[in-house]
């Protein structure tokens, strides 16, 4: 009798999104200009935990908090619009 290995990679999916057609339009003025946000797990500290990374004109910045599955987007979306309000003129 053979035994089989079992070994499987800690994984999650993420949140789904749910941006309005205004938040869309930011974001792709972001994106456009460079400025994107995005999300990853945080395998180290709990299992809903969600790191966003910034990433301004190739430079990568980790924000230092952690945010759960309902308020992780929320957060995206701020990041983009502060980003949006500080260069849009």
Do not use: Q
Not at 3 to 10: D, I, N, P, Q, V
Not at 43 to 48: A, G
Not at 70 to 75: L, Q, R
């Amino acid at each position: 009798m053979a035994f089989k290995r079992w070994s499987k990679a800690l994984s999650k999916s993420p949140p789904k999104p749910n941006f309005s057609e205004a938040e869309m339009k930011i974001i792709a003025w972001c994106l456009n200009k460079k400025i994107g946000v995005g999300i990853s797990p945080d395998f180290k500290h709990e299992l809903n935990g969600w790191k966003i990374d910034l990433n301004i004109n190739g430079k990568i910045h980790t924000d230092p908090s952690r945010y759960t599955n309902d308020e992780v987007y929320n957060k995206v979306n701020e990041y983009y619009k502060y980003y949006y309000d500080k260069y849009n003129k």
